[in-house]
């Protein structure tokens, strides 16, 4: 079964996300493409070798991850590989791994040649909810994240849960907070709805070395799709709720700002934790960061006095952190080096009540 959701604006479709149960939903996507470059992870090459056996690629070039290669030197020598291959201006760059790789691939094809088109087959929760939606792009620069890039829409992102059989359960718990995060955000039914599950989420997470590994063509399968730790309506609604704040808000000038809660304190714990040799996981850290903006909505009185307690037992009972590693003056620093600093003050997204986010800028002796 396929379904579809629209990024659109200006009475136009600008990018489509389609979801269907299994891979082969893709072929029909891809047909009549002549020109078609696979980005992929190599953590999920099986998930390239499936597609490269039912569409016609030119070329697959496989990706190590991790935020350290996350850099313009690995942009370059995916253009060289375009240029190499004989790319042309039709080609479409099929990016197919977690946020890392659509990052990357979508910004050496928004500006290879000035601009080919690309696409997403996302293989984390944390990039079928967040990532891979929304057409941003872009690499780090001297350890601090996305500083380069562009916002271009991806042709289309494929949300399909087969590719998350072989996800670790600690990146699902990553993808769970992004998840979280955006229910929390728009809408507070699906956010209760989500905590029922809590339990068999955590039961599922906390057994997955047990779980039989009986997934199709998927090496080191951790799960089969109908028992994934997090229900693919769920999913769905994360990726509705996104794109409809994305076709009204493109290129972040107000309301996708919002997007971005707990991520100013999210970013600056990843900061640090990097210099520390720390290993803390980007959901990790934007699940921390709720809490602290929860928190900071408190003593800022935006929220009333319990929310952050709420939310903590909420999120805790998901097998979310929810307590910060470092003090506040150590994370600081880093914030004001944030793409959402503004000169004098940090911007925060805070919460008046769930589904009810406010932007506010803070001084810094406040
Ligand atoms: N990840 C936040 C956004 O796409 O705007």
């Given at each position: 079964m396929t379904k579809e959701l629209n990024i659109s604006w200006d009475g136009k479709i600008q990018s489509r996300i389609v979801g269907a149960d299994t891979l082969s939903g893709i072929a029909g996507l891809l047909s009549g493409e002549q020109e078609i470059y696979v980005v992929f992870d190599k953590n999920v090459a099986w998930v390239s070798d499936q597609i490269v056996s039912r569409v016609p690629v030119r070329a697959a070039v496989g990706l190590e991850t991790s935020e350290a290669r996350k850099t313009m030197e690995t942009v370059l020598s995916l253009e060289r590989r375009l240029l190499e291959a004989g790319a042309s201006r039709g080609a479409l760059v099929l990016a197919v791994g977690g946020g890392i790789t659509t990052d990357l691939a979508g910004f050496a094809a928004s500006i290879y040649k000035r601009g080919v088109r690309y696409a997403n087959v996302p293989t984390t929760l944390l990039a079928q909810v967040d990532a891979a939606i929304g057409g941003k792009t872009g690499v780090n620069l001297d350890g601090y994240k996305n500083m380069l890039g562009v916002i271009?829409?991806?042709?289309?992102?494929?949300?399909?849960?087969?590719?998350?059989?072989?996800?670790?359960?600690?990146?699902?718990?990553?993808?769970?907070?992004?998840?979280?995060?955006?229910?929390?955000?728009?809408?507070?039914?699906?956010?209760?709805?989500?905590?029922?599950?809590?339990?068999?989420?955590?039961?599922?997470?906390?057994?997955?070395?047990?779980?039989?590994?009986?997934?199709?063509?998927?090496?080191?399968?951790?799960?089969?799709?109908?028992?994934?730790?997090?229900?693919?309506?769920?999913?769905?609604?994360?990726?509705?709720?996104?794109?409809?704040?994305?076709?009204?808000?493109?290129?972040?000038?107000?309301?996708?700002?919002?997007?971005?809660?707990?991520?100013?304190?999210?970013?600056?714990?990843?900061?640090?934790?990097?210099?520390?040799?720390?290993?803390?996981?980007?959901?990790?850290?934007?699940?921390?960061?709720?809490?602290?903006?929860?928190?900071?909505?408190?003593?800022?009185?935006?929220?009333?006095?319990?929310?952050?307690?709420?939310?903590?037992?909420?999120?805790?009972?998901?097998?979310?952190?929810?307590?910060?590693?470092?003090?506040?003056?150590?994370?600081?620093?880093?914030?004001?080096?944030?793409?959402?600093?503004?000169?004098?003050?940090?911007?925060?997204?805070?919460?008046?009540?769930?589904?009810r986010p406010r932007i506010v800028e803070v001084t810094d002796t406040e």
């Amino acid at each position: 079964m396929t379904k579809e959701l629209n990024i659109s604006w200006d009475g136009k479709i600008q990018s489509r996300i389609v979801g269907a149960d299994t891979l082969s939903g893709i072929a029909g996507l891809l047909s009549g493409e002549q020109e078609i470059y696979v980005v992929f992870d190599k953590n999920v090459a099986w998930v390239s070798d499936q597609i490269v056996s039912r569409v016609p690629v030119r070329a697959a070039v496989g990706l190590e991850t991790s935020e350290a290669r996350k850099t313009m030197e690995t942009v370059l020598s995916l253009e060289r590989r375009l240029l190499e291959a004989g790319a042309s201006r039709g080609a479409l760059v099929l990016a197919v791994g977690g946020g890392i790789t659509t990052d990357l691939a979508g910004f050496a094809a928004s500006i290879y040649k000035r601009g080919v088109r690309y696409a997403n087959v996302p293989t984390t929760l944390l990039a079928q909810v967040d990532a891979a939606i929304g057409g941003k792009t872009g690499v780090n620069l001297d350890g601090y994240k996305n500083m380069l890039g562009v916002i271009v829409q991806p042709q289309f992102t494929f949300l399909c849960p087969e590719v998350l059989s072989t996800l670790p359960p600690r990146e699902f718990r990553s993808g769970l907070a992004e998840l979280v995060k955006t229910l929390l955000l728009a809408d507070a039914e699906s956010y209760a709805a989500l905590l029922p599950s809590a339990k068999s989420a955590q039961n599922a997470l906390g057994e997955a070395k047990t779980v039989p590994t009986k997934c199709k063509n998927a090496p080191k399968c951790t799960w089969e799709a109908e028992t994934l730790p997090v229900r693919a309506e769920h999913i769905w609604r994360a990726a509705g709720i996104k794109a409809d704040i994305v076709s009204r808000d493109p290129y972040e000038k107000g309301e996708r700002m919002k997007l971005n809660l707990g991520h100013t304190f999210a970013h600056a714990i990843e900061h640090e934790a990097r210099l520390r040799g720390d290993d803390i996981t980007h959901g990790e850290a934007v699940s921390i960061g709720i809490i602290l903006a929860a928190e900071l909505s408190e003593k800022l009185g935006v929220a009333q006095n319990g929310l952050s307690a709420r939310l903590k037992a909420d999120f805790s009972a998901l097998g979310l952190p929810v307590d910060c590693p470092y003090p506040a003056d150590v994370l600081r620093g880093a914030m004001h080096k944030d793409k959402k600093a503004t000169a004098r003050a940090l911007r925060f997204v805070l919460l008046e009540d769930i589904a009810r986010p406010r932007i506010v800028e803070v001084t810094d002796t406040e």
